[in-house]
Nanobody
Framework: QVELVESGGGLVQAGGSLRVSCVAS????????MAWFRQAQGKPREFVAS????????RVEISVKDRFTISRNNAKNTVILQMNSLKPEDTAVYFC???????????????WGRGTQVTVFA
């Protein structure tokens, strides 16, 4: 069982930045692909970014490419999503996810955090 706890969400003006973090309880944290998904009100959960266990491979959804960066620190069991140039359409609950393999599909995620709200106002 892996517990994921997100932090760092909040309210920010458009054009601003936020960093959301996720701490995992897993002993074998580096064996998991880690990802961020988001879910806006009334919409399905969607993939945002993922990172391989050793941190060498990342994938970012095209709508946030060049604005969002994912990173991980295996020594601290932490994965971070740095979000810059935020837009109102980025408003959503952001979920940390752990998966046994690289995936962009929510139904292939093995563990979820409870999410952290990010609200971007114009």
């Amino acid at each position: 069982q892996v517990e994921l706890v997100e932090s760092g969400g909040g309210l920010v003006q458009a054009g601003g930045s936020l960093r959301v973090s996720c701490v995992a309880s897993a002993r074998s944290f580096s064996s998991y692909f880690m990802a961020w998904f988001r879910q806006a009100q009334g919409k399905p959960r969607e993939f945002v970014a993922s990172i391989s266990g050793n941190g060498k491979m990342t994938r970012v959804e095209i709508s946030v490419k060049d604005r969002f960066t994912i990173s991980r620190n295996n020594a601290k069991n932490t994965v971070i999503l740095q979000m810059n140039s935020l837009k109102p359409e980025d408003t959503a609950v952001y979920f940390c996810a752990a998966a046994p393999a690289d995936t962009v599909a929510a139904n292939e995620v093995e563990y979820w955090g409870r999410g952290t709200q990010v609200t971007v106002f114009a």
